[in-house]
């Protein structure tokens, strides 16, 4: 009974996503949720009409409830059934030159991802602007990944949602590190946006994440400006540098090229928020993307860029 009743909601749904019906669609699968509660396909179909839909939250809201749910070996494999149709759809866009919605697709399976992730390894994140870039970073360091003796250094570590990343897909070799820098203080944003008891927790949130990792001796922690600290670390010693602290320009441009010496050659270079924009009332005109363009614009006979987008990602080709 109840491979008929999916093969069903299968169809149907699939005619109401292909004639863009998006509000049928969402409809359908919901009465198959109640139909039947058990048959999984009919919620992953559901995010993917949220999301086509434009109702992110809703999706999400909806992918949460299920992981709340779910013992750890459910968790990775509805996930593995949620990210195979966000893909499927993804490569749909593709085919037909709909390049900004694959691209949104392969995001949200990343963010599926990342979220059960999190579960199985117990994180406790209370933000997440890291899950988007996940899928970038797999295409870009993949050549780092469970090598001997890979020195990261990343600026601005926050709860340690990218440490934590690094750490669990490409610093695998017992032999690999990773520096953190961080005042743990927040940036002229954060104070805005929260209380200080929060921002006073931020620490300790960072220090049990990277405890759940199971590799903290791998983790050198400095509590510190980035512009005093860097000036004190070894030259040519880092295969990455991730440069996510203040996002005032000045700021950026000062950690590029403190970190430029610190860096390999054929290392890499990681800008977080090149499309970041701080409220006129704030600090208008130092905007971080002014501050990576005039690192690439010096630099540019001495790196490659590989990506440019939220992030840029650059090589070093040469000192």
Not at 79 to 108: N, P, Q
């Amino acid at each position: 009974m109840s491979n008929n009743l999916e093969e069903r909601y299968s169809l149907n749904g699939a005619k109401y996503l292909a004639q863009q019906k998006y509000s049928e669609a969402i409809a359908l699968y919901k009465q198959g949720i109640e139909t039947d509660p058990t048959l999984m396909s009919n919620y992953w179909h559901l995010c993917l009409a949220l999301l086509l839909q434009e109702q992110e939250s809703e999706a999400m809201a909806t992918w949460l409830s299920i992981l709340e749910k779910a013992d750890i070996e459910k968790v990775n494999i509805w996930t593995l059934d949620l990210v195979k149709v966000l893909i499927a759809e993804a490569i749909r866009c593709e085919a037909v030159s709909d390049f900004e919605s694959a691209r949104k697709m392969y995001g949200y399976a990343g963010i599926a991802r990342s979220e059960a992730w999190k579960k199985v390894k117990g994180y406790k994140f209370t933000d997440d602007w890291f899950s988007k870039n996940a899928p970038i970073w797999e295409q870009y360091l993949i050549h780092l990944a469970s090598k001997p003796e890979i020195n990261i250094l990343e600026i601005g570590s926050w709860e340690g949602m990218s440490s934590c990343w690094l750490l669990d897909n490409i610093l695998t070799h017992e032999s690999s590190r990773i520096t953190c820098i961080d005042t743990f203080e927040g940036s002229i944003e954060h104070k805005l946006e929260y209380n200080d008891s929060y921002i006073k927790s931020v620490q300790e949130r960072f220090d049990f994440n990277i405890s759940q990792t199971g590799v903290s001796n791998k983790v050198t922690k400095i509590v510190g400006s980035s512009q005093d600290v860097m000036r004190s670390l070894p030259l040519i010693n880092y295969d990455m540098l991730y440069i996510d602290g203040s996002h005032l320009a000045s700021d950026a441009l000062t950690d590029a090229v403190l970190g430029w010496g610190l860096v390999k050659v054929g290392g890499l270079i990681v800008f977080d928020d090149y499309d970041f924009k701080f409220p006129n009332s704030v600090d208008a005109g130092q905007d971080t993307k002014i501050g990576i363009d005039a690192f690439l614009k010096a630099f540019c006979k001495k790196v490659n860029i590989l990506h440019q987008g939220h992030q840029v990602i650059v090589e070093k080709t040469s000192c």
